[in-house]
């Protein structure tokens, strides 16, 4: 089949580019910086996908919405970013008769408020927006469904992972006590696109726990 993965130069979108792959899937990654998978079945095309004009790719079966930005400030774009132009995407390649199936990668964020408030708007948005498209291509018979992830270990996280403190206070967050390779994220995005047929309008949390944690004091 033919996919779209948008943010295939580092890591989900580029784990998750491996694994369509190595399944038999044709991959065509866009991403604003350069990647370095070497497949023959992978093309890459370099496009902000909120800026520029997107290009055309033909007969798309499945659309992996994964680009996304966190920024620290309110006067940044994360809203463009992980919302506007995951619409954007979704219009060019996914609303279309012949799609099978679209996943967004949303965030936990989306369901607990935490992190930066521009970034957990962006992402509470991808949720419901999900729901929307969902209805949108049931008429096709083509699913459309989200994941949530929580701590994942990509360079993007590195000022968590690689700061002691801050690393045990955020695996104290989680009960299992870690945080998710992006490898685990794309089999979870490779399942819901191709294996599942029936699921859709669905958001999966994959966070070790993270908003299952409580603590009881007696």
């Given amino acids: 089949m033919k996919v779209v993965i948008t943010g295939t130069s580092r890591g989900i ?8 792959l190595s399944m038999g899937h044709q991959v065509t990654g866009l991403d604003r910086c350069l990647s370095d998978i070497n497949n023959t079945e992978y093309k890459h095309i ?30 940044n774009d994360d809203i463009d970013v992980n919302l506007k132009a995951l619409i954007r995407c979704t219009r060019k390649y996914g609303i279309r008769r012949g799609i099978k199936a679209i996943v967004n990668v949303a965030s936990v964020s989306a369901h607990t408020g935490a992190e930066f408030p521009e970034y957990a708007a962006s992402k509470g948005g991808v949720l419901s927006y999900t729901k929307n498209v969902a209805n949108l291509v049931a ?22 992972i690689e700061n002691p403190k801050l690393w045990s206070e955020v695996l104290n967050e989680c009960l299992l006590r870690k945080w998710a390779e992006p490898s685990e994220i794309a089999e979870w995005l490779y399942f819901i696109a191709v294996v599942n047929k029936s699921m859709t309008g669905q958001d999966v949390i994959i966070d070790n726990g993270e908003t299952a944690k409580f603590n009881f004091v007696w």
Wanted: charged residues 20%; contains cysteine; proline residues 5%.
């Fill in 13 to 20: 979108g580029h784990a998750a580019a491996l694994k369509f």
């Fill in 46 to 75: 370099r496009c902000n996908i909120w800026t520029d004009e997107l290009p055309d790719v033909p007969d798309v079966d499945i659309l992996i919405n994964n680009a996304g930005q966190q920024s620290e400030a309110d006067e």
């Fill in 139 to 160: 008429k096709w018979g083509a699913t459309c469904n989200s994941v949530s992830p929580g701590g994942v270990l990509t360079a993007s996280n590195n000022h968590v």
